[in-house]
């Protein structure tokens, strides 16, 4: 079993399209954090927790989330990048900041969309299995991870 995977580095910025689009907004990890990835060879969607550091009060808890991994077609070297959406209202961006994960399971692989609404509803069903999975107590203990930063 490969999980758990930790990964970190500070927020990239993509091409602003997750949020404005789809209305899930995604951090996109730096490229040097990926290597972690590599003891899994699927793209698709993963979940597990992420924190963001020195975000405002509130908004640097460790918090669930939903991973893309995948290959980015506008990218000449064609690498594989990773997205991660927090599940969380963020009273504002966090570009540049540094951002935790570990991810703990897989939940399907990336699949192609007949419309923009059907991706739509496949990331509300992405995000239902994660918080599902996630309130299991096997997992709930990688909140207190210390790969995280976590209060005194
Ligand atoms: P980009 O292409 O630059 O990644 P997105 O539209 O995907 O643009 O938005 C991602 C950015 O939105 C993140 O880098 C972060 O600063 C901000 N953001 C706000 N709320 C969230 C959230 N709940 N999860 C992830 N990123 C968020
Ligand atoms: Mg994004």
């Not at 692989?109 to 059907?118: G, N, Q, T, W």
């Amino acid at each position: 079993q490969p999980f758990p995977i930790y990964l970190s580095g500070p927020v990239q910025r993509g091409f602003g399209r997750g949020g404005k689009d789809l209305g899930c907004p995604t951090a996109n990890l730096p490229d040097e954090s990926l290597p972690a990835m590599s003891t899994v060879t699927q793209t698709g969607v993963y979940y597990g927790y992420a924190q963001v550091h020195d975000a405002e009060e509130g908004d640097n808890a460790v918090l669930p989330m939903v991973m893309s991994l995948g290959y980015n077609p506008f990218y000449k070297n064609k690498q594989l990048t990773a997205e991660i959406h927090i599940m969380h209202e963020f009273k504002s961006d966090f570009y540049g900041k540094e951002m935790k994960a570990v991810v703990l399971g897989y939940i399907r692989p990336e699949l192609d969309y007949v419309s923009r609404e059907a991706l739509i509803e496949d990331i509300e069903i992405d995000k239902r299995i994660a918080i599902n999975s996630l309130g299991r107590c096997g997992y709930e203990a990688y909140k207190m991870d210390p790969h995280f930063i976590l209060p005194k």
